[in-house]
Nanobody, 115 residues
């Protein structure tokens, strides 16, 4: 059973920082590009950041310079370091493992940024 377990969300004041973590089953993690997405009610889920198995990264324009995605292959974990948080970053954040024909999602972790 493939699992993606997220953690690290919570309330934070604007300007603050949080680090999200997502740990995956080893068999999936090592072959997957990993990504963080976010969703607010009434809107589509959007890509925040992604990282390939080789470490190449991609970011949404809205988070460039503030968020950093990284992966620890020894721990089967992908991180999203979020800094200079803004109220508009408030959302449910989801981890995704993309192994071409196999795609898995985590259960989501909520981030609430207060002004």
């Amino acid at each position: 059973q493939v699992q993606l377990v997220e953690s690290g969300g919570g309330p934070v004041q604007a300007g603050g920082s949080l680090r999200l973590s997502c740990t995956a089953s080893r068999s999936i993690f090592i072959i997957s590009a990993m990504g963080w997405y976010r969703q607010v009610p009434g809107k589509q889920r959007e890509l925040v950041a992604s990282i390939t198995t080789r470490g190449s990264t991609n970011y949404a324009d809205s988070v460039k310079g503030r968020f950093t995605i990284s992966r620890d292959n020894a721990r089967n974990t992908v991180y999203l370091q979020m800094s200079s948080l803004k109220p508009e970053d408030t959302a449910a954040y989801y981890c995704k493992a993309d192994a071409a024909t196999l795609v898995y999602w985590g259960q989501g972790t909520r981030v609430t940024v207060s002004s």
